[in-house]
């Protein structure tokens, strides 16, 4: 239904307009901002203050889009993904390629020093690490600005824990699908899988609030372009993470509310076991 005109805008949400106020500031506040008190309803902030609501704050803390807790630092996991990202950046030019031997994703090969390794060779790890591993300055710098700038759209939207869990699966599903497809002495690293798997989340998610979907298609569109256009790039990853992020942020913020966390957790559950199933087929194909 489409808000009435005229009424005024949350304070915390400006795009939304809303005709409930806090009973306590007079502060206008959408439903996704309102916190049930004794008598009609109150905003987060003063819910933090204390004050009425007959619970304690932090259980009257208003609840993300997919259910999760809300925070002030609203890119906290991002800005701790980031760093993970920078801290085996540095490392890659400290050490050098050794590194890189050792954590980019392989399907089974002999590396340089004589030696076989790969995922297929037990060294599943690999399918983690190379989704947090960058060599090239441009290669860093570039998907460390999309996990900054998608990253702050979605956290906030799915709370930190949901967040991570979608990272973590938009990450090992683009490396799954490059696992699955790329010839098996192929080396691939980066954090692309997990920037598309924000840019799936992002789609699904401005499909939900009902928001205008033009220009997330558009940025959508030439991020495929590039991804189909540019050599050296491992298209399966960027598929793979933007498919994983997608399915995973549709199961999140679709959940209903009366079995939210199991029907959530299920579908986190059922992606996992989708990657193991295709990364076991495959190592058992080359092994």
Known sequence: MDAQPGLPRCYRHPETETGIRCVRCDRPICPQCMVSASVGFQCPDCVRGGSGTGHAPD????????????AEDERFVTKIVIAVNLALFLAVQVVGDRLVDDLALIGYARLSSGELAGVADGEWYRLLTSAFLHQEIPHFL???????????????????IRYA???????????????????????????SGVVFGLIGAWAVLTRRRRYDMRPVVLFVALSLLFTFTRPGVSWEAHIGGLVGGALVTYALVHAPR?????????????????????VLLRSAALA
């Open 59 to 70: 259980a009257n803390r208003p609840r993300t889009l997919a259910g999760g807790r809300t």
């Open 142 to 160: 570039f998907n460390m600005l999309g996990l900054w700038v998608i990253g702050g759209i979605v956290e906030p939207e799915l709370g930190r």
């Open 165 to 191: 869990a979608l990272v973590l699966l938009s990450g090992l599903s683009g490396s799954t699908l490059a696992y699955l497809l790329s010839p098996e002495n192929q080396f691939s690293l980066g954090a």
């Open 258 to 278: 009366a079995r939210r966390n199991l029907v959530q957790y299920t579908a986190c559950g059922l992606v996992l076991l989708l990657d193991l199933g295709i």
